[in-house]
């Protein structure tokens, strides 16, 4: 399910009486309010804060509701602790006919609700800052995909011409802890008479792009290298990318491709 799909689902779910926990808690390592595991602090306090309420309300059936969610998202936290990004939302339902568990690589501004209903004002700000999207990064003879969404890589592709039989082809560079490998040497070399023309070089790229813009769900796209392959590569698709930048990224970690898309 796509996040788009994920949240018009969250947004039509509600229940009579409140029996929904929502959870926006920032890890990011890099924040200094968020030092030495300080998250957990604010984790803490922002649970007790709510429980505190809900003891004065003197609601046992609410009470017991929230003490049940708050357990399960504290274990789903710690059990992921060494594995966090910035931040972490989390949407759970005392029914169990609700859990929604996204680890973002995002700014995230803690925030803790109880409500009838799930409070998605924050995670749809994040999605339209960080929709799904691809990132292509044309070089003469190699394509390089992102699939991105939420400041996360979901897919690293790499397309490769064969000048032998004049097509594209997907190579995979990723290895097992999801890092790119080093680019397999070519079969054959390319003609430098390619660049010449190398809106038409790139076309045969076209329907790949259509089909992964369907697949994966992009609301957008970027392209990203030398103005020459850029500007080629842009010139030979269908639709206007939402930027293109002249820059080589090609060989750049996908953390630091997404910071240069979405993040300057």
């Known amino acids: 399910m796509t996040i788009n799909k994920e949240l018009q689902t969250l947004k039509a779910y509600s229940c009579t009486d409140r029996c929904v926990l929502s959870v926006y808690l920032n890890t990011n390592p890099a924040d200094p309010d968020t030092l030495k595991g300080a998250w957990k602090i604010h984790l803490k306090s922002g649970l007790k804060r709510i429980g505190e309420y809900l003891e004065a309300s003197e609601d046992k059936q609410e009470i017991k509701a929230f003490e049940q969610i708050k357990k399960k998202i504290i274990n789903e936290i710690e059990e992921n ?3 966090l990004r910035k931040g972490i939302v989390i949407f759970a339902s005392a029914n169990e006919d609700l859990w929604s568990v996204h680890y973002v690589q995002v700014p995230v501004k803690t925030n803790f609700y109880w409500e009838n209903h799930p409070m998605t004002e924050q995670l749809e700000y994040m999605y339209k ?6 990132i292509i990064m044309p070089s003469f003879g190699e394509v390089r995909i992102l699939d991105t969404a939420m400041g996360l890589v979901r897919d690293d592709l ?12 997907e190579k995979k560079k990723v290895d097992a802890k999801g ?5 397999e040497s070519k079969s054959a070399v390319l003609d430098p008479r390619y ?6 070089f790139f076309k045969g790229m076209n329907t790949t792009i259509e089909q992964l ?3 994966r769900g992009w609301r957008e796209f970027h392209v990203a290298g030398e103005a020459e392959m850029a500007n080629a590569f842009a010139d030979s698709l269908r639709d206007l990318p939402a930027s293109c930048i002249h820059k080589n990224l090609n060989n750049s970690k996908s953390i630091e491709v997404i910071h240069q898309i979405f993040e300057k």
Not at 129 to 134: D, H, L, S, T, V
Not at 158 to 169: A, L, M, N, R, V
Not at 179 to 183: E, G, L, M, N, W
Not at 195 to 200: G, I, Q, Y
């Open 179 to 183: 890092r790119r490998t080093v680019a």
């Open 213 to 215: 813009k369907k697949k």
């Open 195 to 200: 660049k010449v023309n190398a809106s038409s």
């Open 158 to 169: 790499t397309f490769k011409y064969d000048p032998i039989s004049e097509t594209w082809g």
């Open 81 to 83: 602790a060494h594995d």
């Open 129 to 134: 800052a960080y929709p799904e999207a691809g």
